[in-house]
């Protein structure tokens, strides 16, 4: 089993849509959660943290169940600029190095006119 | 401020040789770590140094090699490429290696094996 999976789709919508995509993660003792964002043949980029109570970050919304081990992102009023590669990223457990951080294999998001 | 800088940016090897990929972090970042990434995966943990010394390893094999120097920049080291070893290989930096310091990665460097 992967340390962290995601759907690679791809995901198509149109703009305007709310497109969600679902990470889980494997080793409980993970410590902290994010969602970067890579476009094509560019290096990734934090997208946002994710919080055990939920964040909040314009039309993106951040959700960590931590007893199902699954990590969300919901975009709201897709943009053509949205789309992009997204990355479930996770921390291991507390001790190991900030800098070793597990990827998943991304999520394809395309948003067509 | 200058990001995360690595060069080369592309690279074409043979089978056999060897690369030297460098990284220069953002200015006071003491944290490098680097990362693979194979087309259509998500990046890879190969290593993470923080004030010159090796803080974590990833699960690859002896033919990659790190280093840190006193200005905090970083060369990776491949020995014995194979076709396998053709990847994007990101460079990213933070301010210490603690979690709530957020990674920045550079553009990375494009290895091409044949």
């Known amino acids: 089993r992967k340390e962290v999976e995601q759907d690679p789709g791809p995901f198509n919508v149109p703009e305007g849509a709310t497109v969600a995509f679902n990470c889980t993660y494997s080793n409980s003792a993970s410590q902290s959660f994010f969602w970067y964002r890579q476009d094509c043949r560019k290096e990734p980029k934090l997208l946002m943290s994710v919080y055990s109570s939920g964040n909040e970050d314009g039309r993106f919304t951040a959700q960590l169940n931590r007893a199902s081990q699954y990590i969300s992102l919901l975009i709201r009023d897709s943009k053509l600029s949205d789309s992009a590669t997204y990355l479930c990223v996770v921390n291991p457990a507390r001790g190991t190095s900030y800098g070793k951080l597990t990827f998943g294999q991304g999520t394809i998001l395309t948003v067509h006119p | 401020d200058a990001g995360v800088t690595q060069s080369p940016t592309h690279l074409i090897k043979t089978r056999g040789q060897q690369v030297t990929l460098r990284c220069s972090p953002i200015?006071?970042?003491?944290?490098v770590s680097w990362y693979q990434q194979v087309l259509g995966q998500g990046p890879q943990f190969i290593f993470q140094y923080y004030e010159k010394e090796e803080r974590g390893r990833g699960n690859f094999p002896d033919r990659f090699s790190a280093r840190q120097f006193p200005n905090y920049s970083s060369e990776l080291n491949v020995n014995a490429l194979l076709l396998g070893d053709s990847a994007l290989y990101l460079c990213a930096s933070s301010l210490a290696s603690g979690h709530n310091s957020p990674l920045h990665f550079g553009n990375g460097t494009r290895l091409t094996v044949t």
């Open positions: 200015s006071g970042h003491k944290s």
